[in-house]
């Protein structure tokens, strides 16, 4: 079955300092892989995906991530974070059924914590 | 406006209470899911409507039960209510739930948080 893992629960980070949050898929067919953001009390938002094309994808808020096929990644990146990054990140991929549709699989998130 | 509301936002009931969580989209999407975030942040998808009619049924309890009056509308309703059937539901539509592309990319409701007590 396809899975997705997000090794780190818990990324602290100074605001201004850069951060990776990582992501690791199983899946032995065409991927279509998904961050998502959740904000405290707040609903999930697409920060970015990667359907096709360029391996590196850029999203909201200066947020990019790399699909790398080899290493079955697709990590996060922020070159700078600020205090309102704070929140939880959710790495999904895309899962085909035999019934022809699709559902998305989640990782158990990460926990970005940023500090002055 | 927002794009997929949830009503309630909070509801705090007792155990073996029926209850009700509604979801409305406005962006004019065939498919809507029920997700639900347990107290560790883990989502999972419980079901899913294409068009009104149920695509995806994952393992959930039979008090669980979806309901798709129209396409733009997907509610779920819990009998006999445990407590551990407290956590966050989430409601998304997406365009379509099949072939490739953008038509697949999930749009979240901002949750509805369920206490059993």
């Known amino acids: 079955a396809q899975s997705v893992t997000q090794l780190d629960s818990q990324v602290p980070v100074f605001e201004e300092a850069p951060v990776e949050l990582r992501c690791n898929y199983s899946s032995s067919v065409s991927v279509y892989l998904f961050w998502y953001v959740q904000y405290p009390n707040q609903g999930l938002q697409l920060l970015l995906k990667?359907?096709?094309?360029?391996?590196l994808v850029k999203g909201i808020n200066g947020f990019e991530a790399e699909f790398n096929k080899s290493q079955t990644s697709f990590h996060l990146r922020k070159p700078s974070v600020h205090i309102s990054d704070t929140a939880e990140y959710f790495c999904a991929v895309r899962v085909g059924l035999n019934t022809g549709f699709q559902k998305l699989v989640f990782g158990t998130g990460t926990r970005l914590l940023v500090s002055p | 406006d927002t794009a997929v509301s949830q009503t309630p936002k909070y509801l705090v009931t007792q155990m073996g209470n029926d209850k009700s969580i509604k979801c409305e989209q406005n962006l004019g999407h065939d498919t809507m899911y029920w997700y639900k975030q347990d107290s560790k942040k883990f989502l999972k998808i419980m079901f899913s409507?294409?068009?009104?009619?149920?695509?995806i049924n994952e393992t959930v309890p039979n008090r669980f039960s979806p309901k798709s009056p129209d396409k733009a509308h997907l509610n779920l309703h819990i009998n006999s209510l445990e407590l551990g059937d407290s956590a966050v539901y989430f409601c998304a539509s997406s365009q379509d739930s099949g072939g490739r592309g953008a038509k697949n990319i999930q749009y979240f409701g901002a949750g509805t948080r369920l206490s059993v007590l």
């Open positions: 409507y294409n068009n009104k009619e149920l695509i």
């Open positions: 990667y359907l096709s094309g360029s391996t």
